[in-house]
């Protein structure tokens, strides 16, 4: 059997492009789009965390890339005010060995918040948002299980930013 020559190769790549067209037209048809910064709507919001920690610092850099919305330093100015009440972290046992030795943590960290409006009044009640990882612990390896940990604690508070981020975003003025 002779190989596979030029027109058998464009056939492919013309079958190929003609598949992937297919493909972005159903997606495109559905719906579908990527996720991207979602428009908030009011046009400051003072943030209650200081912009030096890890958490502000994130949170800031999201709402800047709204588009929409800028941090304003001073709360008597800005349209909404969000209130961080919490943010706590813990570490639970989840199983030990034979021996009575940990085999198995849980983190969770925790965040509660509220939005403000200029008045006062409560767009967002306070609410909390709740993340939980659980990991292997090897007493031989503390040095890279404390790693993973601090890994697991940063994956943890970016899903709780962008939570925090579609509530805001989800938020509505009245009137």
Do not use: W
Request: aromatic letters at 4%; hydrophobic letters at 40%.
């Amino acid at each position: 059997m002779p190989a596979p020559g030029p027109v058998m190769a464009t056939a492919r790549r013309r079958l190929l492009g003609g598949a992937l067209g297919a493909a972005a037209l159903l997606l495109s048809g559905c719906g579908f789009r990527l996720r991207g910064p979602q428009a908030l709507d009011f046009a400051t919001v003072h943030i209650s965390v200081p912009e030096q920690s890890e958490f502000g610092a994130q949170l800031r850099r999201l709402v800047a890339t709204t588009g929409t919305t800028r941090v304003e330093e001073d709360a008597a100015k800005a349209e909404a005010r969000l209130q961080i009440l919490s943010n706590d972290r813990g570490r639970e046992i989840l199983s030990l060995t034979g021996a009575g030795k940990v085999r198995e943590y849980q983190l969770v960290q925790s965040l509660r918040f509220q939005l403000l409006d200029r008045a006062g009044k409560a767009l967002i009640p306070p609410t909390s948002l709740t993340a939980r990882r659980e990991y292997t612990f090897d007493d031989s390896q503390v040095l890279g299980k404390e790693q993973e940990e601090a890994l697991l604690y940063r994956d943890m508070q970016n899903d709780l930013v962008q939570q925090l981020m579609r509530r805001l975003a989800a938020a509505r003025r009245s009137g």
